[in-house]
């Protein structure tokens, strides 16, 4: 019997046709650059979360990602393993819960949905994949509409007027610069703080300046000083040779989307500000991607890496009553 239900476990039944989808915009999307599909998947996983993962692989695009409704699907586990199931995939870096508006204006809504990603990811790459799914929706939802254009009335004929003479325009004395723009830019600074935050990414002054028009680009592009900070600190290897060759590799590769620009209230445009939010997959608590490493917030993380803790006590209890039982027989028949 052992032996059948794990074999059941390793094989997820299959999709039923009446699985419900979940509502437009909601439910289960699934990341780009996918390997293959075989039937080695997610061999590295417990068996429990291998079955749950399996099911969820062949779920369609959009369909409902609710513990409940996956629950009565896989009816070896319940509510409460399911969830757990989906939080050890999410810290496997297969799945992450996001939250995003959709609309403008009192339009607006927020949509719940669950990235999927068969291959395993770290958390690097979900922040940026993220991060560029972000802007790119935002650029779909918040495009202007095409306005019908109407001709432009015809100008007056133009009268004579009496021309007049004016000076020219007097030559303007050159500014001298600021101490803000004589100081180090923001760029400049997070480069030579890197070293502080791991010895090995420490740079010369000289190695700064040359990073920082790369540095500013990513600024200029959105992202703060922190995202810029953690970009480029995450996932490092365990040496390091040239600490400015990796970096200028780094901000290369993994330069952030162009977002898209708002109108503010001096009729300036400043980049749109970072709308999407990942909730935690235990709690639901949201936050920021990089704010949220393997899916799940500060507590939840620091629950999970230390091991749940049975609250049950040991039954310890009816040892003691035998004990005790005994000793009144004895009792009994000594009188």
């Known amino acids: 019997m052992a032996t059948q239900h794990t074999s059941s476990a390793l094989q997820p039944p299959a999709l039923s046709p009446t699985y419900p989808m979940a509502n437009p915009g909601y439910g289960k999307r699934v990341a780009p650059a996918q390997i293959p599909r075989t039937a080695s998947d997610f061999a590295l996983l417990p068996i429990r979360e291998r079955y749950v993962a399996g099911f969820i692989d062949h779920l369609p695009e959009g369909a409902s990602m609710s513990v409940k409704q996956l629950a009565k699907q896989l009816p070896l586990y319940g509510q409460q393993a399911i969830s757990s199931a989906l ?40 922040t940026t994949f993220l991060a560029a799914d972000t802007a790119t929706e935002t650029a779909t939802t918040e495009a202007p509409s095409p306005t019908p254009t109407t001709p432009a009335p015809a100008a007056p004929a133009p009268t004579a007027v009496p021309q007049q003479r004016t000076p020219p325009p007097r030559p303007e004395a050159p500014l001298a610069p600021s101490t803000a723009e004589t100081g180090p830019s923001p760029a400049y600074l997070a480069l030579a703080h890197l070293g502080r935050a791991d010895h090995r990414l420490a740079l010369s002054a000289d190695d700064c300046t040359a990073l920082e028009p790369q540095a500013t680009e990513w600024l ?54 970072r709308s999407l939010l990942v909730e935690c997959t235990e709690c639901g608590t949201p936050g920021p991607p990089e704010a949220l490493p393997d899916g799940l917030c500060r507590p939840c993380r620091e629950t999970h890496s230390n091991g749940a803790v049975d609250p049950s006590p040991a039954p310890t209890e009816a040892p003691d009553i035998k004990a005790r039982m005994a000793n009144l027989r004895n009792l009994l028949r000594s009188v």
């Open 87 to 126: 939080t050890a995939l999410s810290v496997a870096g297969h799945l992450r819960r996001v939250r995003c508006p959709v609309g403008a204006g009192e339009e607006t809504r927020w949509v719940f949905r669950t990235f999927w990603s068969r291959t395993a990811r770290d958390n690097e790459w979900w």
């Open 220 to 273: 200029a592009r959105g992202v703060s000083v922190d995202y810029l900070t953690s970009a480029l600190t995450a996932g490092l290897p365990a040496a390091i040779d040239s600490p400015v060759g990796f970096l200028r590799h780094r901000l290369t590769t993994k330069a952030p989307p162009q977002l898209p620009t708002e109108k503010t209230g001096s009729g300036t445009t400043a980049p749109a500000a």
